[in-house]
């Protein structure tokens, strides 16, 4: 008897369950958007390392994401966010089983100075300097939607660091 070869991974943002999905892990992203400058971060390790991006991180057991943005962005960056918004909130699923549920917050400003840690090196960026060819795919969709001040929900296919498909819909106009 020949062994079956596992289903191929899905490919597609269609094909994928989402109300029976269910993420490894669930995580935040926190952007400080003040004086037409957007705080963020050069990540030292862990997923997207060498990537910019926004602080954030995992959520620990019992943490809502409100409380996960502010502890992240305070042990990446020695400042704490005030002023938070829940923007939007991404599915991502990746092709070699990975996926994680993450919720994008905005904030209006933060107390005290950013300063790079052993996590992350700060980035205070003109908003019309974004460096989205160092970033994730999927940032230069959904980013312009935050800046813009719209709330919305992303579904996202990766394989490793390629976006293969994606869905985005704006919760309000």
């Known amino acids: ?18 109300p029976g999905w269910s993420p490894v892990d669930r995580a935040t992203l926190l952007f400080v958007v003040r004086d037409d400058r957007i705080l963020l971060i050069r990540k030292k390790r862990g997923l997207g390392a060498g990537k910019i991006n926004g602080p954030g991180g995992r959520l620990d057991d ?7 943005a502010v502890r992240e962005v305070e042990e990446e960056l020695r400042v704490t966010p005030f002023g938070l918004s829940l923007r939007g909130e991404h599915r991502f699923q990746f092709v070699d089983g990975y996926s994680i549920h993450v919720y994008v917050f905005t904030a209006r400003g933060c107390a005290g100075d ?10 205070w960026t003109p908003l019309e300097r974004i460096p989205y060819d160092a970033m994730w795919e999927d940032d230069q ?8 001040g719209k709330r919305f929900t992303g579904w ?3 394989d490793d660091e390629t976006m293969v498909d994606h869905r985005v819909e704006v919760l309000d106009s």
């Open 141 to 148: 969709i959904w980013l312009p939607l935050l800046l813009a």
């Open 1 to 18: 008897m020949i062994p079956l070869e596992p289903p191929s991974p899905a490919r597609s943002v269609d094909a994928i369950d989402w």
């Open 62 to 68: 019992g943490e809502s994401p409100e409380q996960c």
């Open 156 to 158: 996202w296919i990766f």
């Open 114 to 123: 950013p300063r790079e840690t052993e996590e992350a090196i700060p980035l």
